[in-house]
């Protein structure tokens, strides 16, 4: 079945470096791929998205490619602030089906000021 | 528009008691679909419903029931609690059109089980 695999956190930086969170997964078809955000006590947020190979997804300064290649859509962000300590779900949805969201396992980010 | 939501925010259940919790959205939205979230294990699917009258099981289905009488409402019953559901459960709603695949979720209920 479908599944997606997420780099363990939590991860910690200070303001303003670079952030990488990566993302792969396994699927068949050509699934949706989305960042979903969760900050400390909320449900989650839509953050980014992309529907096919070689878009690019993004919002609030984060990105994410949608590599077909490398079956990969991992999330950067040039400058991480306080702000975006959260954490942060890669997700597919199958188009067929369910059409339900397949959840990686989540990374946890802090940073600190 | 309130979205998605969820009550109630948290609860207390023995083994073995029962309980509903609800989920109503005002999108009218036709799929809904209920997660657990898990520490270590992402969000799991455990019922989802294409539309009013129309339910399937997820990933998870075991413990849990669902009907869907409404568009609006998708309540999620647990009808003899175990410990195993502690957890929190977020609802979750979108459309059902060709790339409308954003689904917006509730605040999350999260419940323990004594």
């Known amino acids: 079945g479908d599944s997606v695999t997420q780099m363990e956190g939590p991860v910690t930086l200070s303001e303003e470096a670079f952030l990488t969170i990566n993302c792969t997964y396994t699927?068949?078809?050509?699934?949706?791929l989305f960042w979903y955000v969760q900050y400390p006590g909320e449900g989650l947020q839509l953050l980014l998205k992309?529907?096919?190979?070689?878009d690019k997804g993004s919002n609030k300064g984060f990105e994410a490619t949608y590599r077909k290649e490398t079956t990969s859509f991992h999330l950067e962000k040039g400058s991480v602030q306080v702000s975006d300590s959260a954490v942060y779900f890669c997700a597919l949805s199958d188009r067929t089906g369910r059409r339900a969201l397949t959840f990686g396992s989540g990374t946890r980010l802090q940073v600190q000021p | 528009n309130a979205g998605v939501t969820q009550t109630p925010k948290f609860q207390v259940l023995k083994t073995g008691q029962s309980m509903t919790l609800q989920c109503a959205q005002d999108m009218n939205h036709e799929y809904m679909s209920w997660y657990r979230q898990d520490p270590g294990m992402g969000l799991r699917l455990i019922h989802y419903s294409v539309g009013a009258g129309i339910t399937d099981q997820g990933e998870v289905p075991n413990g849990y029931n669902v009907s869907r009488s409404t568009t609006e409402d998708f309540p999620l019953r647990l009808l003899s609690a175990a410990p195993s559901q502690t957890s929190v459960y977020f609802c979750?709603?979108?459309?059902?059109?060709?790339?409308?695949?954003?689904?917006?979720f509730g605040p999350g209920t999260r419940l323990l089980v004594l």
């Open positions: 979750a709603s979108r459309t059902t059109g060709t790339n409308q695949e954003t689904q917006y």
């Open positions: 699927a068949t078809g050509y699934p949706s």
């Open positions: 992309a529907t096919k190979a070689d």
